[in-house]
């Protein structure tokens, strides 16, 4: 269980502390090329669902892309144990500090880019992750959330307004529910949902797009990649 109280006084803590001794503290933050602003990555390995997935042929993880390229550095993926270390290990400081670092670096920059991405790599691990990351979203007004999930027990209803959990269907050409008062995310489902431009733009980048981020596009289809 998350203790909100205990993630607070760590978050009041940090207010003085230096940023970098936070972000050492945490693990750090990521940025991909294609995202807006920052994000957070944790092992493909330590995914739930995913790793089941990627054994299972025409699933959305079965050629997943965390599992190669830049992702496969042993730098990275030291980054990437850190973090999850941490995390299990005290999920209330690491919301703590959290929250504190993505309010500082929000402050920093213009409100048109403060999106930010949970998981370019990995997923919720258990329910007081998912209950830290809500926590840290309601702490941040001003930065708007997007969580992608493999995990069915994470698809909450009730969450701040300033974060979007998408269900993400596990096969390829999988259609989300007919009626759903949830946010699903599909691959290869040209049919239905907002259409995912990244594949036709520069770099596979989300340039202006923030449809992911946006409650009003309840299936978002993204091109199989």
Known sequence: MFDMARAGEYYRRATGAALRYLEAEVGGLTQTSKMPWLSYSLPASACKTGSKLREVDGSVCSKCYACKGFYCMPNVQAAQEKRLRILLDDPEKWAGYMAAIIERKASNIDAKRRYFRWHDSGDVQNGTH????????????????????????????????????????????????????????????????????????????????????????????????
């Open 130 to 225: 998912l209950q830290a990351i809500l926590w840290i979203a309601s702490m941040v007004p001003g930065v708007r959330f997007y969580l992608p999930t493999k995990e069915k027990w994470a698809h909450v209803r009730v969450h701040p307004d300033n974060i979007v959990i998408r269900r993400s269907a596990s096969l390829i050409g999988q259609s989300a529910p007919t009626v759903t008062l949830q946010h699903w995310a599909t691959v290869g489902v040209a049919s239905r949902g907002y259409q995912c431009p990244a594949s036709e733009q520069t770099e596979y980048e989300c340039k202006d797009c923030r449809a992911c981020w946006s409650p009003d596009n309840t299936v978002i289809n993204y091109a199989q990649h």
